[in-house]
T-cell receptor, first 114, second 118 residues
Framework: GNSVTQMEGPVTLSEEAFLTINCTYT??????LFWYVQYPGEGLQLLLKATKADDKGSNKGFEATYRKETTSFHLEKGSVQVSDSAVYFC?????????????FGEGTQLTVNP | DTEVTQTPKHLVMGMTNKKSLKCEQHMGHRAMYWYKQKAKKPPELMFVYSYEKLSINESVPSRFSPECPNSSLLNLHLHALQPEDSALYLC?????????????????FGSGTRLTVV
């Protein structure tokens, strides 16, 4: 079946530091890949997505590139802010009989200190 | 309108109560979902409705009863819950219906109902 593995957290950074959160996946065929963000006390928001190999998703300074050869979709941001403190979930939707079922990684808690 | 609206935001209920959670979207999405999320964990899928029909029930206990009155509304009826059912309940919707593959548009999530069972 499909699965997503994220780097374990929590991650603590100083403001303006570089962020990488690793995400690798296992899926048959060509899944679509997503990063969702959950701010404290809120639901999940779609941060960015990529639907085919070598696509780069980007939003709010965050980027992730769909790497089929390494089955990875690592999240990066060049300069984090305190307001980026949240939990980040890597996710995928498969194709075929599993349809658009969303499979999540375990989530990575990010704390950015001023 | 690009939102999924959930009410109430917070709910405290006793183990003998009956309550309902509500979810509404006006994006024309044909698939709607209920998820349960415990603290520091990813959301767990409970139910999927596709074109207003229940298509997936992830072996959820019968004390949770979903209902989809129309293409914009999704309810979750709660009865005789246990304290371990306390969690954040998230509703989501998507353009493509479950089972057809793809899912390239992603899901839109509501902000959730924080449920406490006492």
């Amino acid at each position: 079946g499909n699965s997503v593995t994220q780097m374990e957290g929590p991650v603590t950074l100083s403001e303006e530091a570089f962020l990488t959160i690793n995400c690798t996946y296992t899926a048959t065929g060509y899944p679509s890949l997503f990063w969702y963000v959950q701010y404290p006390g809120e639901g999940l928001q779609l941060l960015l997505k990529a639907t085919k190999a070598d696509d780069k998703g980007s939003n709010k300074g965050f980027e992730a590139t769909y790497r089929k050869e390494t089955t990875s979709f690592h999240l990066e941001k060049g300069s984090v802010q305190v307001s980026d403190s949240a939990v980040y979930f890597c996710a995928l939707t498969g194709r075929g009989t599993s349809g658009s079922r969303l499979t999540f990684g375990e989530g990575t808690q990010l704390t950015v200190n001023p | 309108d690009t939102e999924v609206t959930q009410t109430p935001k917070h709910l405290v209920m006793g183990m003998t109560n009956k309550k309902s959670l509500k979810c509404e979207q006006h994006m024309g999405h044909r698939a709607m979902y209920w998820y349960k999320q415990k603290a520091k964990k990813p959301p767990e899928l409970m139910f999927v409705y596709s074109y207003e029909k229940l298509s997936i029930n992830e072996s959820v206990p019968s004390r949770f009863s979903p209902e989809c009155p129309n293409s914009s509304l999704l309810n979750l009826h709660l009865h005789a819950l246990q304290p371990e059912d306390s969690a954040l309940y998230l509703c989501a919707s998507s353009q493509d219906s479950a089972g057809q593959g793809g899912g390239e548009f992603g899901y839109t999530f509501g902000s959730g109902t924080r449920l406490t069972v006492v």
